[in-house]
């Protein structure tokens, strides 16, 4: 979907009127007209007003462009749900709601992720810990958390 489009079905979902929605976040019913037609396209902070006030993550404003993973566990954010916040409420779309809660990591250590992913995950190979030790590390190694 577009963001156009989008927009538009969360007004529509919430039951609000273009102007009733303008009022909500701050602008003139023209302009929420001119996103809905896809005249215009809300700006940077209007996107951040709009994801905090209708529970939306900026990536699924714009249309999903990209996959989002967690970086720090690598798994696949592909819903709104799964997306941690930061303490202000704002979505943080780097990190799954597991790894990063309340604006503080869960993983203090690399070690620990590792330790619970070696406890959690399937092993239907019964492939020795030592081994899927260092296969799970070399993933987490390329992401921007463990990256630094």
Known sequence: MQTYEIL???????NLTQDQMAERIGV?????SRWETGETQPN???????SKEFNVSINTLLGAP????CQC????????????RETDGHFNEDYCKWCYVDGKFTYTSKDTLLDFLLSHMPNPENTPDAERR???DSHLSQLKHWAR
């Open 8 to 14: 538009k079905n969360i007004r529509e979902k919430n």
């Open 134 to 136: 260092k296969f799970f």
């Open 28 to 32: 003139t019913r023209q302009a929420v």
């Open 44 to 50: 940077t902070e209007m996107l951040k007003i709009l």
């Open 66 to 69: 990209r996959q989002l993973f």
């Open 73 to 84: 566990c690598g798994m696949p954010l592909g819903d709104d749900a799964m997306i941690s």
